[in-house]
């Protein structure tokens, strides 16, 4: 932990406040340049603005501290002053639900009331985030129980980032100082496959992925972060250089035709436009491989023509192809494929040389499940018609 500073005798609210009005600026979601410049709108000296901005950022993404007078190495009549002019605020954890196979469920509200959904699937070794980027979607997936939900708006920075700390509060994983560093992490990964488009609110998730990637906080590393898209074609190539982080597409289909249906978007950026945007995206993220998603529905897209015509399209990039039973929802239009006939795609993607592995359903009980995630206030919205024309 950083020494602590020699007080500081200005006194911050005789400087001209240059803050926005409407109160107290949530510090979570600046980057490191905008709360620097909060700090000095705020009467910080310029000459210590930087300094300032580091300890602030360690207690707030380190240690995981929101109570300004715990932040010790700063000067006690600075603290004051901070706590006028700033918050440290997460988003309301409205319910909390576990999954018999452990996965845990948040709904969060945000400002304005909307709420949002994240998930924490534990796993052997590892603990995957999943997280939202927007308060609904936009896309309309066909298959998807979130795209049912209409887009209410974007993602503040802050919010996405409060995800990741909210359920590193349920998990107790802020490090204590004076106890001995736990090298393994519950919280090891991180995955944009929530609730909305993340390419469709970029700066945003930009902007916060930034911030969980910085080695002085929350120290994600970026090849632990992976980005899903269902084919925002023209931003990809601007997450390869801007984000840098893993990405995974939302493929599930081997023509246009069905694809058209089921993923939407293709109408706009087809099968082919899109692969010409993946090919390029190893090269200028330095990733690895891309991963290809790709749920399995009945009847619809997992015969062994779609299985062939998958590993001939992808033919030259880097790939892995996550095969998704499809998580079943009320009202759904499809049907899981039979496991027997899974495999048997799995067996043809395996034998072309790529990687091919069958996701385990996690968090099904709990409506946790990929492309099950929707607010319960608007799940109980739109049952309430239904409700009312039975009498219930």
Request: hydrophobic residues 40%; contains cysteine.
């Amino acid at each position: 932990m950083t020494a602590p500073a020699a007080p500081i005798t200005q006194d911050v609210l005789t400087l001209p406040r240059r803050l926005p009005a409407g109160g107290p600026v949530n510090l979570v979601g600046l980057t490191r340049e905008g709360l620097r410049a909060a700090l000095v709108a705020a009467g910080t000296p310029e000459a210590q603005a930087t300094m300032r901005t580091r300890q602030i950022w360690q207690w707030v993404y380190h240690w995981g501290v929101r109570d300004f007078a715990a932040m010790t190495n700063l000067a006690k009549d600075y603290r004051a002053a901070l706590a006028r002019h700033f918050t440290v605020a997460l988003p309301e954890v409205v319910r909390r639900e576990v999954s018999a196979d452990g996965t845990r469920k948040y709904l969060l509200r945000v400002a304005g009331g909307h709420e949002v959904e994240t998930v924490y699937i534990p796993e052997e070794g590892r603990g995957t985030l999943c997280v939202s980027s927007q308060v609904g979607c936009t896309l309309t997936c066909s298959f998807c129980h979130t795209g049912t939900q209409r887009l209410v708006r974007n993602l503040t920075a802050g919010e996405i980032v409060g995800q990741v700390m909210v359920a590193r509060d349920d998990l107790g994983e802020w490090p204590v100082a004076g106890q001995p560093k736990v090298e393994t992490r519950l919280l090891s990964n991180l995955v944009l496959m929530g609730m909305g488009e993340p390419l469709y609110n970029f700066e945003a998730v930009r902007d916060a992925m930034r911030i969980v990637m910085d080695g002085e906080g929350i120290a994600l590393s970026r090849r632990r972060i992976t980005l899903s898209t269902s084919g925002v074609v023209p931003e990809i190539a601007r997450a390869a250089t801007e984000i840098g982080c893993l990405l995974a597409v939302s493929f599930h289909a081997t023509t246009d035709a069905v694809r058209d249906r089921l993923v939407p978007i293709n109408r706009k950026w087809n099968i082919a436009a899109l692969l010409d945007a993946l090919r390029a995206y190893p090269r200028l993220s330095n990733s690895e491989r891309i991963t290809f998603e790709y749920v399995m529905l009945k009847d619809v897209n997992d015969s062994d023509d779609d299985a062939r015509r998958l590993v001939r399209l992808i033919a030259g990039i880097p790939a892995k192809i996550n095969l998704i039973p499809f998580n079943e929802w009320p009202g759904a239009p499809y049907r899981r494929s039979e496991w027997e006939r899974i495999e048997a795609f799995a067996d043809i993607v395996h034998k072309a040389g790529y990687a091919s592995p069958i996701r385990t359903p996690r968090g099904e009980d709990i409506m946790a499940a990929c492309g099950q995630l929707k607010s319960a206030t608007e799940r109980e919205r739109r049952a309430r018609p239904s409700a009312a024309a039975t009498g219930i």
